[in-house]
C-alpha cells in the first residue's frame, strides 16, 4: 500500500518561507509523477503544482508561479514543495498526492493522498 507523509508546516510570517516534504514508500517513487495540492478552511482542495517521474517537467497553478517550486529526490523517495513569498491567502492544509499509475504529466487522477501538513501565514 501507498503511504505518503508530508512535513514542514509551520507558522511563518507573510514574505517568509517554508520546505514542505513528502515521503514516500510501499512501491517504486521514481515510476511515478506526483502532486501536491492545497485545503483552505470552508473551500475545496486545489491543485498547486505537479512534477514527473524524472523532475524535468512540472506544472502549477497560477496562484503560486513564480513563488513555488516542486521538485523531486528519487534516491530518497521524497517529493518536496519550496514556497517562498508567503502571502496570508497561502493558508491551507497542503496535501502530497499521487496517482495509481504515470509517470508523465498531467495526471488524470490522484488515488494516494497524505494526511496533511497545516501552513499558516500571517499578515
Known amino acids: 500500500q501507498v503511504q505518503l507523509v508530508e512535513s514542514g508546516g509551520g507558522l511563518v510570517q507573510a514574505g517568509g518561507s517554508l520546505r514542505l516534504s513528502c515521503a514516500a514508500s510501499?512501491?517504486?517513487?521514481?515510476?511515478?509523477?506526483m502532486g501536491w495540492f492545497r485545503q483552505a478552511p470552508g473551500k475545496e482542495r486545489k491543485f498547486v503544482a505537479a512534477?514527473?517521474?524524472?523532475?524535468?517537467?512540472?506544472n502549477y497553478a497560477d496562484s503560486v508561479k513564480g513563488r513555488f517550486t516542486i521538485s523531486r529526490d528519487n534516491a530518497k523517495n521524497t517529493v518536496y514543495l519550496q514556497m517562498t513569498s508567503l502571502k496570508p491567502e497561502d493558508t491551507a492544509v497542503y496535501y502530497c498526492?499521487?496517482?495509481?499509475?504515470?509517470?508523465?504529466?498531467?495526471?488524470?487522477?490522484?488515488?494516494?493522498w497524505g494526511q496533511g501538513t497545516q501552513v499558516t501565514v500571517s499578515s
Open positions: 510501499g512501491r517504486t517513487f521514481s515510476s511515478y509523477a
Open positions: 512534477i514527473n517521474w524524472s523532475g524535468g517537467t512540472t
Open positions: 498526492a499521487a496517482p495509481v499509475a504515470g509517470t508523465d504529466l498531467p495526471v488524470i487522477v490522484y488515488h494516494f
